[in-house]
């Protein structure tokens, strides 16, 4: 087929003309001008920006034996604790008890009724001990039963206005800092990065472009069940309230492969539930970059893990033998602490 | 977030110069000297030709009320009798009964075991009466119990030399030329194309890059469930009998929403395993392309459809109220007999 092979080089080569200059030595170019020039300008000097550098500079360099093109040049990012904040618990957790006490209203029953109840009535020592059966009855009550397009506009009606118990902000204004620059600094090298994260890939949709310049065909996540259907003659996608994907410890490198068919070259956790994914990407041939944040920082966000105060934390766990893995396998562990100039951009 | 969102707009400013480049008046260069200037080339003159070109000239002409970002052009495209030959049996299907044959060395069991005694003994009476328990038996066996690794090196194998039994060619070359000119027409103008088939997503794969131009992340299918574990220390992904996701009919348009998350502007199809894709499609605002290859050439290819001699086949189903639903809802149908000039590229 010689028409379909002579379009796809030239496709091809207009792609990598493109990469190419992206990729030169030039750095990003980042904020105002008192930023530029500077690469990574929210991160330390120090091993964890040093692997990154070093990690484009192998994958992109033609002259590398670690070359490799555009098109294999995938990253992929959990969310939860790696690109925002996760504590004191998940900011879907948050909507879901909020859209509660809105939907209370128009369920009289869930008065008297557990799980609902505790929620509404704001008893938190009840809320602590929810279980696997609690969230599923939240969930159920909270994320399905609308359709896509519906659930899409709640949540972003919700992200408008909601804001943090700690910092009273936006929950998009958490997100890290230095790590939206790793974003764009991966993007500007022919990078494609995906969010691979255990949280509801939809519930991430509402707002992923926006905060990370990351589409929606590359969110990855967990989902429930949706079916098509005809509603007054009208294609709808309703949500039911059944699990479809989890997205998170072994459904990570699972997820990869159903949504991507590419090993990444790159990817970032923070958790426990990362684990198969950097083990997953480690594997394969060449150059990898593997990556945990490390919550170390109580002062500026949290300090949870090993080390920390929390290291019994059930959100973000960092186990012990995580950190163990990490080292046995040369993985880099970035520390908030000392790592990151800056954690938020409004700081 | 200043600096995010001004590095977002500068490489959606470089994305829009690149499609501004490849949207100008100048067509798709293709073949030798001969086709340039020529677009779409194997097309004849007619209204589908001519829906496809206004529709694309609707979507990026600036000056359009139905122009839309790069970003939002997505075209889907089903494979089988959409994309390349589906009789007088899916390919895949083709693959699997080889696949017993090679295998069964190694099971002498099957000798006595329905549905591989008919498969081995080339009983094609018997397999023409294959159920559903009995395609899942030969799936279970063929392409499950190895590593997706694995799997994809036998299936690019078995198509570097099995033959199809009325032109002798490779599978791969039973690819229509006109939809190949459409693929790379709608790239050239910035749209992703999405294989969205009810064959098996793994499959289509081994071979989409090649044969179409189009990237593993955007090929969506049916697919078996996989499992991530240790073999020898070493993290594999391995596929297991068992059906994780069935891409037809209603799935369809559930299987564009979760891997993609967006609504196609234009759908192409070819059987009743498309009328949701197509029914999704349309539902969008704007302009939209929703099409039909519809098989009425029984000297170049095959016939078979409401008109067609085998109207009752169950490989490709053009039903009546299929038929009927393209009219109601303007739904352009492709004749492979009069509006494709040429249908291989071999011809």
Redesign the interface.
Known sequence: ????A???V??RA?LLG?WSL?AMPAP?????LR?QNVLLPSWNEGPAKEAVVAFVRAITDRASPNYMRP?DRIATFDQDGTLWVEHPVYTQAMFALDRVRVLAPQHPEWKHKQPFKAVIAGDYRAMAKFGEADWAAIVGATHAGIT?EQFLNIARQWLETARDPRWKRLYT?L?Y?PM??V??YL??NGF?TYIVSGGG??FI?AYAQR???I???Q?IGS?IA?????TDG??V?MRLPKVFFIDDH??K??GI??????RPLAAFGNSDGDR?ML??TG?GDGVRLKMLVYHDDAAREYAYGPAGGLSDTKVGTFSRSLMAEAKDRGWTVISMKTDWKRIF?WE
Chains 1, 2 share one sequence.
């Open positions: 087929m010689p028409m379909a002579s379009g796809r030239s496709r207009l493109l992206a990003v170019f980042v904020g105002g930023a098109e896509i204004e997100v800092q939206l620059e974003l764009e993007r500007a494609q890939q939809e949709r905060v990370y310049g589409l929606p065909e969110v989902s949706t079916k098509y259907q005809l009208k294609p996608l072994d459904g490198p699972v492969n159903l949504f991507i068919g590419k198969e083990e997953w594997a951009a």
